[in-house]
C-alpha cells in the first residue's frame, strides 16, 4: 500500500496519511475476516495488500493502444465536438451540489455504450490536474474496458478481492494520460456476485475513495444481475447511458425509477443523431477549436 500512496500522492510529505493507513488496515482486517466464506475458483494466495519488497515493481505504466478514427479518448483534437461534450459532461460533474466522486456508470441493457462512456468521462476527468482519476472495469460478465483499450485482462479487480494479489500490482498509469488509471475486471470468475456481496468489496471502495479524486466504475445492465446493486452501494453517484437508436424506453425509465434520486447524477445520450434542423457548429467549432487563434 506504500507504494499505492507514494505514486499517487501528488503531495510531498514525511509519511503516509494517517487516515489512508487507517483504512488500509481496516481493507486488511475486513479482507480476512471475509476469506474463508468466499467461495471462488480463484485459489488464495497473498493478501490483498501488501508490504512493497524492496526489489517490487513500481505500478505500471503503460501506453493505451486505441485504433484509428476510434470514438474513444477524443482529446486530440480530432473529433473536437464529441470531446467538448465530455467536457461538458465533466463540468457537469464537477459542479454537482452533491459533489459525488465515486460514480457508476450504467444503462438500462446492453450495447447502449456504457464501457464507451465509462473510458471518455474517465479522460475527461483526467484531463484536469487536481488529483488522480481511476477507471474500475466491475463488469465481469462482459468485461471490455482492457480490450478497448489494449491493456492485459488481469491481473484485476476480481483477483483483488478474491484475495490472489495485492491492489498495486493491478494498477495500470495510461501513458498518455498521467493522472488516469485504470484497474481491469481481472481473471475470470464463476461466481462475480459473490465477488461483491462481501465486505472486502466496501473496505476497498473506501481505499479508492480515499487515494483517488474522481472512481469511474463501469458495471453491469440495471436490474440484469444482482453485481449492479452491490457497486451501487457503495458509490455515490449514478450515470446513465442511453441510446436513442437502441435503448427501449420502457427499460429505460424503469432504470430511472429504480435509481435512488439522491445518487442519480444525469442521463448521458450516446450516438445521438444531428437533428436535421439544427445549423452546422462552424461558428462554435472555429471558436473552440481553430489552432492558431484564427478569427471568423
Same mark, same amino acid.
Given at each position: 500500500m506504500a507504494r499505492i500512496f507514494d505514486a499517487l500522492n501528488r503531495k510531498s510529505g514525511d509519511g503516509a496519511d494517517p487516515v489512508l493507513a487507517a483504512l488500509v488496515r481496516e481493507f486488511q482486517a475486513e479482507s480476512a475476516a471475509a476469506a474463508q466464506p468466499m467461495e471462488v475458483p480463484l485459489a488464495p494466495g497473498s493478501p490483498v495488500f501488501r508490504s512493497p519488497q524492496p526489489d517490487g515493481a513500481a505500478i505500471r505504466t503503460l501506453p493505451l493502444s486505441i485504433p484509428l478514427q476510434s470514438p474513444l479518448l477524443p482529446f486530440d483534437g480530432e473529433n473536437g465536438h464529441a470531446a467538448e461534450q465530455y467536457r461538458i459532461a465533466r463540468t457537469r460533474i464537477i459542479q454537482h451540489? $452533491?459533489?459525488?466522486?465515486?460514480?457508476?456508470?450504467?444503462?438500462?441493457?446492453?450495447?447502449? *455504450?456504457?464501457? %464507451? /462512456?465509462?473510458? =471518455?468521462?474517465?479522460?475527461?476527468?483526467? %484531463?484536469?490536474?487536481? *488529483? =488522480?482519476?481511476?477507471?474500475?472495469?466491475?463488469?465481469?460478465?462482459? /468485461?471490455?474496458?482492457?480490450? $478497448? &483499450? *489494449?491493456?492485459?485482462?488481469?491481473?484485476? %479487480?476480481? !483477483?483483488?478481492?478474491? *484475495?490472489?494479489?495485492? &491492489? @498495486? @500490482?493491478?494498477?495500470?498509469?495510461?501513458?498518455?494520460?498521467?493522472? &488516469?488509471? #485504470?484497474?481491469?475486471?481481472g481473471g475470470p470468475s464463476k461466481n462475480p456476485t459473490e465477488l461483491l456481496d462481501t465486505s472486502r468489496?466496501?473496505?476497498?471502495?473506501?481505499?479508492? $475513495?480515499?487515494?483517488?479524486?474522481?472512481? #469511474?466504475?463501469?458495471?453491469?445492465? #440495471?436490474?440484469?444481475?444482482? !453485481?449492479? !446493486? &452491490?457497486? @451501487?452501494?457503495? /458509490?455515490?453517484?449514478?450515470? %446513465?447511458?442511453?441510446?436513442?437508436?437502441?435503448?427501449? $424506453?420502457?427499460?429505460?425509465?424503469?432504470?430511472?425509477?429504480? #435509481?435512488?434520486?439522491?445518487?442519480?447524477?444525469?442521463?448521458?445520450? =450516446? /450516438?445521438?443523431?444531428?437533428?436535421?434542423l439544427t445549423r452546422p457548429h462552424y461558428h462554435y467549432g472555429a471558436y473552440y477549436y481553430q489552432p492558431n487563434g484564427g478569427q471568423r
Open positions: 451540489p $452533491r459533489q459525488p466522486r465515486m460514480i457508476v456508470v450504467s444503462s438500462a441493457g446492453p450495447a447502449d *455504450g456504457k464501457t %464507451l /462512456c465509462s473510458i =471518455n468521462l474517465s479522460g475527461a476527468l483526467a %484531463l484536469k490536474t487536481e *488529483g =488522480n482519476v481511476l477507471l474500475v472495469d466491475a463488469d465481469f460478465r462482459r /468485461c471490455a474496458v482492457h480490450e $478497448r &483499450l *489494449g491493456l492485459p485482462a488481469f491481473p484485476g %479487480l476480481s !483477483d483483488v478481492l478474491a *484475495g490472489a494479489c495485492p &491492489l @498495486e @500490482e493491478t494498477l495500470v498509469r495510461a501513458e498518455q494520460f498521467p493522472n &488516469l488509471y #485504470i484497474l481491469p475486471a468489496w466496501r473496505a476497498l471502495a473506501k481505499v479508492l $475513495r480515499a487515494v483517488f479524486h474522481f472512481v #469511474i466504475v463501469d458495471s453491469t445492465p #440495471i436490474a440484469a444481475v444482482a !453485481d449492479y !446493486d &452491490l457497486i @451501487e452501494a457503495v /458509490c455515490d453517484g449514478v450515470l %446513465l447511458v442511453a441510446r436513442p437508436d437502441h435503448t427501449v $424506453r420502457k427499460a429505460c425509465l424503469q432504470a430511472i425509477a429504480a #435509481i435512488p434520486k439522491d445518487k442519480l447524477v444525469g442521463v448521458l445520450l =450516446n /450516438c445521438v443523431p444531428n437533428w436535421f
